[in-house]
């Protein structure tokens, strides 16, 4: 805590504090409360750096199932159908999802944004 000098904390002759004494009391708790500001923000930047982290890992797993999902339907498939048509309808069922996902996601900002 910061020292308070003699100059700035002399009381008036009636007791109250002095302009001096108010302005510093006004500078200390001004500080305080950044300082406990800045301390919520970094608890709060920490605790969405784990969720985020959360999230990609999540996701980088979630990849490499998908990957394997994919690669034991066309194994399956190619017993029955040639391996490049399968694999070309693999690709083409994943490239209508995504261009399902893109519109939904344009329609959506399309509301909110009018």
Known sequence: MTQRSPSLASH????APSVGEA????SEVGQRL???RIDLLVLEARSHLWAAGVV???GIIFLFGWAYVVEASVEAFSAAYPRPAVQAVA???HMAGAAVLLVSLRRKSRKEGA
Do not use: P, Q
């Open 34 to 36: 950044v300082t406990k």
């Open 12 to 15: 008036s002759s009636n007791g």
């Open 56 to 58: 990609a890992a999540a």
């Open 91 to 93: 690709g083409l069922f």
């Open 23 to 26: 302005l510093e009391r006004v």
